[in-house]
């Protein structure tokens, strides 16, 4: 099945910038896939950050807009996201997940994603 691995987490300070990896196995064709990154701080609920569909359509969570840029790279594998502008509020552990989706359909709800990572800590220090 799809295994995935983030990696590229930190501590920062408040406006700093990390480039957060996700390297998805081998044998999938992540062309069809939605994927995304999602994170959960303590104590809240796990939120979507950004996903990118299997036409390359990109969508934001609106707190992260214009600060965060999520990209896909199918031959590598990988799903990036770029953080610039990073705020305490951004502190929580990140999660790469993917889900199959029909071409031209709409990311589904985060619950509907089967695939997960183990997380990568982010943590923005003022």
């Known amino acids: 099945q799809v295994q995935l691995v983030e990696s590229g987490g930190g501590s920062v300070q408040s406006g700093g910038s990390l480039r957060l990896s996700c390297a998805a196995s081998?044998?999938?064709?992540?062309?069809?896939?939605?994927m995304g990154w999602f994170r959960q701080a303590p104590g809240k609920e796990r939120e979507g950050v950004a996903t990118?569909?299997?036409?390359?359509?990109?969508s934001y969570e609106d707190s992260v807009k214009g600060r965060f840029t999520i990209s896909k790279d199918n031959a590598k594998n990988t799903l990036d996201l770029q953080i610039n502008t990073l705020k305490p509020d951004d502190t929580a552990m990140y999660y790469c997940a993917a889900e199959s989706i029909p071409r031209g359909q709409a990311c589904p709800e985060p619950s509907e994603f089967a695939y997960w990572g183990q997380g990568t800590q982010v943590t923005v220090s003022s």
């Open positions: 081998a044998g999938y064709t992540y062309s069809s896939y939605c």
């Open positions: 990118i569909d299997s036409d390359g359509s990109t």
